[in-house]
């Protein structure tokens, strides 16, 4: 198995003409608040959506929210969400996007068990119909990106 999975280069297509527009939203020069959306003419899915954490003078304040002004304007573009970990500057701000526009949600068992922790803590237990668990190994097509 190891070995099959470590040839893959047969199967990817060389010769693709697609455009894919990549536009971090949050995470770069700061620790905390990953972002980030791929985007091609008719649709994108965003990768992780992270709290960013409060520097010493920002008293009263728990936690930073990324800011969802660009995602608002493609919303109709957006075919879903995935998770690449549990890290709470990758998950943290989910329930702040959920509260305003939901998308199927992409992730492990784990970081989806935990998302639904802070879910059942918004109020958002009816969101949990856009958890869609993925396995490792496994090929996922997500709206009409690719």
């Known amino acids: 198995m190891h070995k099959e999975r470590l040839n893959k280069a047969p199967i990817v297509e060389q010769n693709s003409k697609g455009k894919i527009k990549i536009t971090p939203l949050g995470g770069l020069g700061e620790i905390g608040g990953n972002i980030c959306v791929f985007e091609t003419e008719n649709s994108a ?61 992409y992730a492990t068992p784990l970081p989806l068990g935990m998302i639904s922790n802070k879910f059942d803590e918004h109020g958002l237990k009816g969101h949990k119909k856009y958890f869609r668990p993925v396995e490792k190994r496994k090929v996922y097509k997500i709206g009409e990106l690719n």
């Open 45 to 105: 899915i965003i990768l992780d959506v992270g709290m960013s954490f409060p520097s010493e003078d920002m008293h009263g304040v728990d936690i930073l929210v990324p800011d969802f002004s660009y995602l608002r304007q493609i919303k109709k573009k957006i075919a879903g969400i995935i998770i690449s970990h549990a890290h709470e500057d990758h998950i943290g701000a989910i329930p702040y996007l959920f509260k305003e526009m939901q998308f199927p949600l």
